[in-house]
Each structure stands twice: as C-alpha cells, then as structure tokens.
C-alpha cells in the first residue's frame, strides 16, 4: 500500500522556521522524483520545489527561491523541506507528491502551515 504522509506543519510567526518531512511507504522512493506542493484557502494549488531522485538537482518556485530548501534521505524513504523566513503568504497546507515516468503520481494527504503574529 503506498503512503506519502507528511509531518512538521504548525503555527509559526513571520520571520520563523519549520521543517517538514514526507515519508514513502509502498513503493520504491530512491527512483521517484520528490516535490512540494501548497495550497492557499481560495487558490489553485501551486509547485513549489522537486528533488531528484538521487537528490542531485533541485528547482524552486521564484516565490520560495533563497528561503526553502528541499532534501530527501533515501535510506530512511523521506523527502524534508526546509522553511526559513518564512512569510504570511506561505500560509498554506503543504503537499508531497512523487513522480516517476510512465508510473502513476503518489499525493500525501498535506500539514498545514500557518504564518501569523
């Protein structure tokens, strides 16, 4: 049975940090490329950064470049996003998604993260 489930969303005032983490059950994680998503209350949910899936190239979302970072473990099946900075805007619940070619895409059921004084 696959499973995505991410952890490590909360409350955190602007300027703040959070980490959060994914972990893959159900399916060979080192082969799937690892991303975040987010989705704001009233928005589409928008790309915010991919991992590779041996974690050699990353790419980001304008919005987040310089504040996020992704990183994934492979030997413990678990993608991290990394939060600095962060801002109201970023309010939002934060969704992994895996992906490989010709395989069907995995979505975690999401944490939310909101970002208020």
């Known amino acids: 049975q696959v499973q995505l489930v991410e952890s490590g969303g909360g409350l955190v005032q602007p300027g703040g940090s959070l980490r959060l983490s994914c972990t893959a059950s159900?399916?060979?994680?080192?082969?799937?490329?690892m991303s975040w998503y987010r989705q704001a209350p009233g928005k589409e949910r928008e790309w915010v950064t991919t991992?590779?899936?041996?974690?050699?190239?990353?790419n980001y979302a304008d919005s987040v470049k310089g504040r996020f970072t992704i990183s994934r473990d492979n030997g413990k099946n678990t993608v991290y996003l990394q939060m600095n900075n962060l801002k109201p805007d970023d309010t939002a619940v934060y969704y992994c998604k895996a992906k490989r070619i010709l395989r069907p895409d995995y979505w975690g059921q999401g944490t939310q993260v909101t970002v208020s004084s």
């Open positions: 991992i590779t899936s041996a974690g050699g190239s990353t």
């Open positions: 159900g399916f060979d994680f080192s082969t799937y490329a």
